[in-house]
């Protein structure tokens, strides 16, 4: 079965009046709230639709995230997998196939959404064109990738009182995910070896 991207349903209709920022303050209010996360943990919940608005996954997991560039994105089963970075390789293991794929960190991959929360924030403006729209306890980030080869088209980012709370994706064939973070922890330590992946033994080791 082939996984759906992680990580957007764009927003809806709008009940409120809202105001629409320029790039240049998009990017610098974005990464003042990114900055104050230096590590973050939580569950997510994910719904998944195709061009059509049919719904073609559901899933849920964990994630732990440690700036700069370190993550774990923990998928359950059914589609179990286990994304890990340790801000140089990122290792992508999927048990149901008994294989992990090995890469190095390149331009496309500080793309992903995952990479984005954990990267050096100071370089957002380099990759995306910033806007974004508030109203009273909620901020709205729309994000939009200025190279051409990206996995999506359109990453909104949704704050609720400082904190983080969706992620919503659109890629370049219409497929829309989106995701919600619930038991949240900002700060919690960390340990460098939480982001390093062992592979099990027997298991299929792919480079790239």
């Given at each position: 079965?082939?996984?759906?991207?992680?990580?957007?349903?764009?927003a809806g209709?709008?009940?409120?009046?809202?105001?629409?920022?320029?790039?240049?303050?998009?990017?610098?209010?974005?990464?003042?709230?990114?900055?104050?996360?230096?590590?973050?943990?939580?569950?997510?919940?994910?719904?998944?639709?195709?061009?059509?608005?049919?719904?073609?996954?559901?899933?849920?997991?964990?994630?732990?995230?440690?700036?700069?560039?370190?993550?774990?994105?923990?998928?359950?089963?059914?589609?179990?997998?286990?994304?890990?970075?340790?801000?140089?390789?990122?290792?992508?293991?999927?048990?149901?196939?008994?294989?992990?794929?090995?890469?190095?960190?390149?331009?496309?991959?500080?793309?992903?959404?995952?990479?984005?929360?954990?990267?050096?924030?100071?370089?957002?403006?380099?990759?995306?064109?910033?806007?974004?729209?508030?109203?009273e306890g909620?901020?709205?980030?729309?994000?939009?990738?200025?190279?051409?080869?990206?996995?999506?088209?359109?990453?909104?980012?949704?704050?609720?009182?400082?904190?983080?709370?969706?992620?919503?994706?659109?890629?370049?064939?219409?497929?829309?995910?989106?995701?919600?973070?619930?038991?949240?922890?900002?700060?919690?330590?960390?340990?460098?070896?939480?982001?390093?992946?062992?592979?099990?033994?027997?298991?299929?080791?792919?480079?790239?």
């Amino acid at each position: 079965m082939k996984r759906a991207l992680s990580v957007g349903l764009l927003a809806g209709s709008v009940l409120f009046a809202q105001v629409t920022f320029a790039a240049e303050q998009g990017v610098e209010k974005l990464a003042q709230l990114l900055n104050e996360a230096h590590s973050l943990t939580a569950n997510f919940t994910q719904l998944t639709l195709d061009a059509s608005g049919a719904n073609i996954q559901e899933s849920s997991g964990r994630m732990q995230l440690k700036r700069p560039g370190k993550f774990v994105w923990h998928t359950d089963p059914p589609l179990q997998q286990e994304l890990v970075s340790n801000g140089q390789t990122i290792w992508l293991y999927d048990p149901d196939l008994m294989q992990v794929t090995i890469q190095q960190l390149d331009e496309r991959m500080t793309h992903t959404p995952a990479l984005l929360l954990s990267g050096d924030v100071s370089q957002i403006s380099d990759s995306f064109v910033v806007e974004y729209r508030e109203q009273e306890g909620s901020i709205d980030f729309y994000l939009s990738p200025k190279a051409p080869d990206t996995l999506f088209d359109l990453l909104r980012l949704s704050f609720m009182n400082g904190q983080i709370f969706s992620m919503q994706l659109e890629d370049a064939v219409g497929q829309k995910s989106s995701l919600y973070f619930s038991n949240l922890e900002m700060n919690t330590p960390l340990a460098d070896a939480v982001f390093e992946f062992e592979i099990p033994e027997g298991i299929d080791v792919i480079e790239e």
